[in-house]
Each structure stands twice: as C-alpha cells, then as structure tokens.
C-alpha cells in the first residue's frame, strides 16, 4: 500500500512494455535509414514498419506521416504561413483559447496574424463565434483546434469546425495528441487537414511525435528543419530510429486495445467523480455537462489551492496535476479555465487527475481516500485562517 499512485497520463504515460522492447531491440541496429547498405535497410524498417502503425491511429496512409522530435514541433510545422506546394499562402491564424501553449504561440506566424477564437463556459469552441469571424476575413486562413483539451480533457466538435473552416476556404490543423486510446482520431472522418500526434501521451519514450496530413494531394507546410530531405523533405535531420520504434510499437498496442480500453477508463472516471462527490458534494467538475475524455477530470473544492493540494496529495504518494506540465513545473492560473470564464478563486483551485489502461479500480478508491484525508485537512486550515 506504500507503493505510489500515478495520476498524471496526461502530461506522460508510463512507457508501455510493448515500447519498452521495441527501443531496446531498435539501439542494437547500428544503420542510419538513409544507408543503403543492409545495416541502413534495416533500420529504415523499423522506421517504415512504426510509420504504418502511427498512420492506423489516425485511420490514413503511411505516407501522409511525417515524423518529428514531439508534438510541440509537429504543431510548428504544421502552423507556417506558407506550404512546401505553390498553394496561397494564409493570410491569418485564428486558434482556440484554450490551444497548448505550442500552438496559442502561433508557430511560424507574426503575432500580428494570430487570433485567438473564443469558447462557451464548457470549453467548447463557439462555433457561432469562428462562423462570423470567418465570414469577416478576406485570404486564405488556418484555422487550429485542439481535438481534446488536456486540462479539462472536454472534446471539441471538430467536424463542425471542420464544415465552417472548409466552407470558408481555409484548412483546418488539430492538436490530437491527447485523443489516441480515448476517442477516435480518424482525420477523414473528423475533417482535419493536419493532424498533430505524440509518442509518449501514449507509451512510448519522450522525444518523437508526428504531423499527419489527410490525404496525399493536401502539401505539408513549408521545412520546419533543413538538411538532408529526410521524411519527405518535410522535416531533414537523421530520425530517431529507437524513439520512432517504440513510438510505433505503442501506436500498434494503443489501436488494439482501444474500444476496450475506451469503454474501462470511462468507468473509471464514473468511479472517481461519484467518489469525490460523495464526500465532497461542493466539488466543482469542469467541462461536465459535454463531452469529454474517458481518462480525465478536473476538479476544484472551493477554498483550497492547487498548488497546496497537489503538494498534500504528493506527500500522500499520489501524483496529481494542477492542469498542463508546460510551464518548467510552475502552478499557475490555467489559460483555459480563464478562457471559459471561471472565476479566478476556483480556477487556482482546480487540480487534474489523468489515468490510463493500467489504472484499477483499486488504485482510484485509493486516490479518493487520499483525497478525502487531503481536503479535510486543507479545507479546515482555510477556515481557520478565514476566521
């Protein structure tokens, strides 16, 4: 029972076996896969053979995927101002509020080109808002919609974006890095034009991820990295043969498991919500009333801190969040709660619990016994010092 509990998939997943095995095996080849020796043919294997299970999870062709160092990089590929084609180039970047700070950034745009779209108090992008916005702009626009957020795991409704940006004339990028496993990424069915991707939101080893386009006649944006034309002269530089195996090897298990694992880590979250609320009734869940990932809940008990809570739960052995691990280990005001409207009290109390296919049952009675002994203690101290 001293063993601790680890509740933060959304910011990493714990390296899957199957990964694990693939890395292994991949450092023994001593091949670069632009070789044409034996030794070079078989490392581009293992590269090709982990491109075709990366493309299965967003239902393409393999080549439609250009493989990169994570997903931050895959978002600033995939947001340039111009394509490798002789397509227009775009004349604004308009991007939800509640985006990944890679991508509320704007990539490669000016600032001066980068808009931010507004959402509902549910966290859900006001379509009626990017509609009217849209009908406003004049040139070609890229539009960027993240396919789940990764604080309040809410999906969005891609396809509808996708119906207003295509009726437009512009394209459309999704950030889907915290979908696979969880809810379909299929790009075809969702509308994306490019599609963002990450290793190890998925188990497989930190440091690779992937742009993918819909179908092959759409261009990749202009070369991120020059060099050496590798994947596609999309994105040079020698490829990270063990990091894209194992990258493919989760890829692979993730598709296998996924109706299952879908079905397990929405009963979980049940499991978990009904427990926080069973104790304590004033919680507040974010994003509740729509759609959102299986494996994700945040949540805030008005009085307490995150920054205090996820310290008590972590000296209780239980690895929480207080929303996205983007900012060096910094407990700040979350940008998407801001962007939905929550008051700013609420919002600083507001803590992330993500969980994965290995999580039982067990292990979220326990988080909701720590959580019981946290808050009492927590919510206590407030009162004595608000007296």
Known sequence: MNERLYFDWNATAPLRREARAAVLAALELVGNPSSIHAEG?????????????????????????VLTSGGTEANMLALAPASSSDAPAYAKLLVSAIEHVSVLTGGRFPASAVERLAVT????????????????????????????????GVVQPISQVASLVHRAGGVLHVDAVQAPGRISCDIKALGADLLTLSGHKIGAPKGVGALIRRDPTFPFPIQLMKGGGQERRVRSGTENVPGIAGFGSAAAATSRGFEVEKAYLFALRERLEAGLKAHTPEVVIFGAEVERLPNTTLFAAPGMKAETTVIAFDLEGVAVSSGAACSSGKVQPSHVLAAMGI????????????????????EIDRLIRAWIKVSETLLKESAAVAA
């Open 41 to 65: 043919r078989a490392a581009r294997r293992l590269v090709e053979e982990a491109r075709e299970n990366v493309a299965l999870l967003a239902a393409t062709e393999p080549r439609n995927v």
């Open 121 to 152: 108090s549910s966290g859900q992008i006001d379509l009626s808002a990017l509609d009217r916005r849209l009908a406003e702009l004049s040139g070609r626009v890229l539009v960027s919609v993240m396919l789940a957020n990764n604080e309040t």
């Open 343 to 362: 008051p700013g009290g609420l919002a600083r109390a507001a803590v992330r619990v993500s969980f994965g296919p290995s999580t039982s049952e067990s």
